[in-house]
């Protein structure tokens, strides 16, 4: 395995595990702003609507001003951003895959 495989591989994982950590954070996040509201108005954990989760980010930041779970969210996104290119990238630059005729 060359060197570019195995760093194509590590930044993919970053990547992964900050988008993993992210959506974790972003559950938090909901669960902070249910927190607040009432039984009947809770926002469900699953199933977002389009454009709902940047509502839920207006919320917690109205609710919790010095809260510092929507810094680290985008932290996670730039993280995995940045994870995700770094792998594709490497993936360029390994070039194509050579083929093999068939029948060998």
């Keep these: 395995m060359s060197a570019l495989t ?4 590590g ?3 970053v990547g992964a595990s900050a988008g993993f950590v992210g959506t974790l954070l972003s559950f938090m996040m909901t669960g902070e702003v249910n927190r607040k509201r009432d039984d009947r108005n809770q926002i469900p954990y699953f199933n977002w609507p389009p454009g709902k989760r940047s509502g839920i980010l207006a919320e917690y930041r109205r609710l919790y001003p010095e809260g510092r779970l929507h810094i680290w969210l985008f932290a996670a996104f730039a993280v995995t951003a940045i994870g995700v290119f770094a792998a594709l990238l490497c993936i360029y630059l390994m070039g194509p895959i050579p083929s093999t005729p068939a029948g060998r």
Aim: aromatic share 14%; with cysteine; charged share 0%.
């Design 11 to 13: 930044c993919f994982s």
């Design 6 to 9: 195995i760093l194509a591989i």
